[in-house]
């Protein structure tokens, strides 16, 4: 092919729709609209498959094909002579075209319609530009250097907490990412990480009127869901309501506590990238915007990177050793008021204050634990590794990831109770402080 097809990514967003040309075994032409040309590689595309249609009975009986598709800014047309290989439906690309396929729906005032069947994949023969005394399309800004200032924004940095808050801090500084969250994956005690049943919680987020720091999102639902499920990024440019995150915040029972996510109630361009290290998944970088097409196929490229960088980041901070070192004399530790009721329910880790909900999980048999011991024992230093022997805790026996766990903690604690608080005394070592005395409950 004499035009790469990378060359042809902006044309493939699904800002313009695309005209696709078969013939029948008699000869006989059809030409037709197609929702989706989506580039999967420098020699594939993949066409969405919504309809049992005049378009799908030529290519399975005659697996040759034209695609005209249309460059934003520049109207320049381009011709695609392909070849049909497969329908995939189920996987990583169909996942990331069926979310694509909503935003392209909703904005067609065709949501009701437009339901993905599969994702048919095509080898890419040759390409034609049909316009080419056009000039090209302005470029677009440059996400390399977007991606060069986040990452001097981010710096060093070797504790997780700071890094948490830079790492959303440095989108915005980069790209100019108003709105974005970090989601890091919590594995159940008898699954491996990514296994269904898994889910991810909120340890930051930024630009939102509340934190919600806790939030839950289950593997598979919303972009957030689909992105860790399938690691791969999921990237949307018009609004939706199929893909918002209210639905992937849905729980069996409406009357189970829960954290809302902190998310915008209209977003008109979402993107979720997968934090993987080597080939394991660590969490989901959450970006999104008030505007249309606010994210570009080089902003993904761009985030895909800093994604996996950052996942680097945690998993260095995450294997630094603990301070051994002994901790200091304690101050005097004084509490005052009436007693905080404090109820652990042991089905689901779940933790309330004074009837209302606090957390839930191995962030809130962490917090049980630890109200016991100093009930019992009067202790208030602790330290990461005795926890991680503590067989009352369900941590698993890989990727633990016991420190985020300790910083969401930390953080629920600071916003819903401050008379509870984890101090930090050291890489590994932290105190508990009570400002009341506590009332415990097991139920």
């Known amino acids: 092919m004499n035009i790469p097809l990378e060359s042809l990514r902006p044309c493939l967003d699904g800002a313009m729709p695309a005209v696709v040309a078969t013939a029948a075994p008699d000869g006989t032409p059809n030409v037709a609209y197609v929702s989706q040309v989506h580039f999967v590689d420098a020699r594939h595309v993949a066409l969405s498959f919504q309809f049992f249609s005049k378009t799908r009975e030529n290519v399975l009986a005659h697996p040759y094909a034209e695609v005209q598709v249309i460059e934003p800014g520049s109207f320049r047309h381009y011709r695609l002579r392909v070849q049909y290989l497969r329908t995939e439906t189920a996987g990583p690309l169909f996942e990331y075209m069926r979310a694509q396929l909503a935003g392209i729906a909703a904005k067609t005032g065709m949501d009701k319609v437009f339901v993905l069947r599969g994702a048919d994949v095509y080898r890419v023969l040759d390409i034609e530009n049909v316009d080419p005394q056009l000039p090209p399309a302005p470029p677009l800004p440059d996400a390399l250097l977007a991606l060069r200032r986040a990452f001097d924004h981010l710096g060093a940095c070797d504790d997780l907490a700071l890094l948490a808050d830079r790492a959303l801090a440095a ?34 987020s930024q630009g939102y009127p509340v934190s919600g720091v806790g939030a839950e999102v289950a593997l598979g639902e919303g972009l957030i869901g689909v992105a860790a499920q399938e690691k791969i990024p999921v ?6 309501p199929d893909y918002t995150y209210h639905a992937a915040l849905r729980v069996a029972d409406p009357a189970l506590p829960r954290i809302p996510l902190p998310v915008l109630a209209n977003p008109h361009s979402q993107i979720a990238v997968p934090l993987v290290h080597g080939d394991r998944l660590l969490g989901v970088l959450y970006a999104e915007s008030e505007q249309d097409a606010f994210f570009s196929h080089t902003d993904e490229d761009a985030l895909v990177v800093y994604g996996r960088h950052l996942a680097a980041l945690i998993d260095r901070i995450a294997a630094l050793p603990d301070d051994e070192a002994a901790p200091g004399a304690l101050p005097a530790a004084t509490q005052s008021g009436a007693p905080l009721a404090v109820r652990y329910f042991a089905h689901d880790h779940s933790v309330f204050v004074d009837n209302d909900y606090l957390i839930k999980g191995v962030a809130g048999s962490i917090l049980w634990a630890l109200l016991n011991e100093h009930a019992a024992h009067g202790r208030r230093e602790f330290s990461n590794r005795e926890l ?56």
């Open 171 to 204: 989108l915005a500084h980069g790209f100019g990412i108003r709105h974005a969250l970090l989601a890091m994956l919590d594995a159940k005690l008898d699954a491996a990480p990514g296994a269904p049943g898994s889910a991810l919680y909120t340890l930051a």
């Open 235 to 240: 990237r949307i440019n018009h609004r939706t």
């Open 388 to 443: 991680r022997r503590d067989p009352r805790l369900p941590l698993p026996d890989f990727a633990d990831n016991l420190e985020t766990r300790l910083i969401l903690l930390q953080r629920r604690l600071a916003e819903r109770c401050p008379d509870i608080a984890l101090e930090k005394t050291g890489r590994g070592r932290f105190r508990l402080n009570l400002a009341r005395p506590l009332a415990l409950g097991a139920a």
